[in-house]
């Protein structure tokens, strides 16, 4: 795929750069915001403790002050009703001061149960981080190698392959992705090489002679061996074939974009064991062996990361070692990624968007374009030490005197912008906290328009699902919700006013089965649902973030969200019908 710059240039680029950049910040942001939500818990803890202390004093304050009105005013006699009323009220004000005094004190220690466990979810929150960067992207100048193993087992049917993915970057970051093998697909079972390469035949060492043993080079087949071990790390692949599993007779064939090279292997008093010269002719066929295997090993998806280091340090945010020095990850990403930020945005021809073009098939260009709007946002509401770790990108994101095209003739276009990734980053584990730190909150919120309301025709769209509910179309109900929530203009509208008409679909008519409308309508939500949980962190809405994913058929994602959400409106009110509603929806996955 060809990539041109903004201006028309040739870009040196062969994916779409803005789409790797977007999930490499949302990582960045990720990792910071984790960072900072452990490094300034002490800091949140000393101010809920000083903002006690402060209501404490003022409550004893206005007790004194209350009781000693009283005894200030003529009472009378030591037996008069005054006198009584003086000494009722000191008991009463007391009484009510020790209540009060009660509350302050709960409160400051939910709010410190509610922070100590943010920062045990932010702990947890470091590797699925990585993992869901590394399932996207592998970070910039990565050098990765796949390799695929048989596994012998007992018997024959137990044979497996195993697949992983190795990686290492610039940056400091090293991992081991598990590779995913399908129980239908070619690498369930031994492979022989006749599956790829028939009859396939290389001139090889043999021994030859009844009496004086020689060796002599003569062709044999090795069609019949099986793949027991391939190692591809981007320019050179190593393809072990053994004539019986389990045995060391066999081959390993490596091959890079210069040489082929043959090793017979074998037992140790083996005298054809060894490497041995590839004879021309059958340098095509080993080629093409090594290009099939490649496609089927380059095919495997990538399943879970087993594994992750940073400057050889585990890459675990619960370890009191390794955590403080994980976030420098983050500036070292971005110092990597800035220069072609740089350079893509001086020649965007635009001060407030990345662009590139890619040219498509039918001699059209496609304009891909990121708002750099929404790359800042993704730091934005970090404080100001995280803040810096991105000031490389912020600096290359900064106003540019927009450049000239180099080509006249342009071909008719059409213009995308990078979308979002689905699902959005979700913390996978809490205990109990309502902060999502990938996305911490803005300090301050975004001034809103002073009356928001859908555009006609998504009002119109919202008529019709109400019209389609009653008369039970629900794929036409689910569509026509799907448009509305899709909207730019309702994305502006006003946080309760959203809630209000999401609920008209999350609590309406529900279908048996969830048609590609339905789980449409749903996703769509995820994103504004996202956004209402980060500005409020309000249980009632990572409920209906719970109730999406559920919808979209992603249970751990739904029952961790649900579980979240339980645990703080637990601590604030047991007894709440959005405590049992959570706690149905809980034992229901």
Known sequence: MSFLFGDLSRAPFVTNFLEELRDALDFAGGIAAADQTIVTADVRREEARGRAEVELARLEALAWATIAAAEACDRGGADSASARLAAELGMLVNERRDVADAAVRTKLEEEIVVLDADVVAAREDY????????????????????????????????????????????????????????????????????????????????????????VKSKRQKVDRHWITGVVDDGETMSIEL?????????????????????????????????????????????RDLAAKVRELVRALPKQRLVSATFDGLPFDGTSAESQPKLVEVVARLVESLAPTVDDIASRSRSETELVLRRELDDGRRE??????ARLREKFSGLDEAHQKLFAAVTRSLSPKVPSEPSLKAVPSEIRSEIAQPEPPYVRRRSSGSMNAVVAPLLKEKPPAPSSPSLEVGESEALKQARSAAKEGRLDDMFRQYGTVF??????????????????????GKQPDVASDDVKNAYRVTLPILQALVLRDRDPADYELLGMAYAVLEEPEKAMEIFKKALDVERARNPASDLCGSLMRRVSQL
């Open 127 to 214: 590797f699925p981080t990585l993992q869901d960067w590394l399932l996207v992207r592998a970070p910039p100048k990565a050098k990765q190698t796949w390799r695929v193993e048989l596994i012998p087992g007992a018997k024959k049917d137990l044979h497996r392959y195993r697949a992983e993915l190795g990686g290492e970057s610039p940056i400091g970051l090293a991992w081991t992705l598990a590779l995913a093998i399908a129980e239908d697909g070619i690498w369930a079972a031994p492979l022989r090489v006749s599956r790829l390469a028939e009859d396939l035949a290389i001139v090889t060492p043999q021994l030859t002679g009844l009496v004086k043993k020689e």
């Open 486 to 507: 899709a909207s730019g203009s309702f994305a502006s509208m006003r946080p309760d006013d959203q809630r209000q008409a999401l609920k008209l679909m999350f609590f």
């Open 367 to 372: 304009e891909l374009f990121m708002p750099k």
């Open 242 to 286: 053994r004539a019986e599993i389990g045995e060391p007779e066999g081959f390993t064939v490596t091959v890079d974009p210069s040489a082929i090279a043959l090793v017979r292997t074998g037992r140790a008093d083996d005298p054809t064991v060894g490497a041995f010269p590839v004879a021309p002719e059958d340098e095509p066929a080993l």
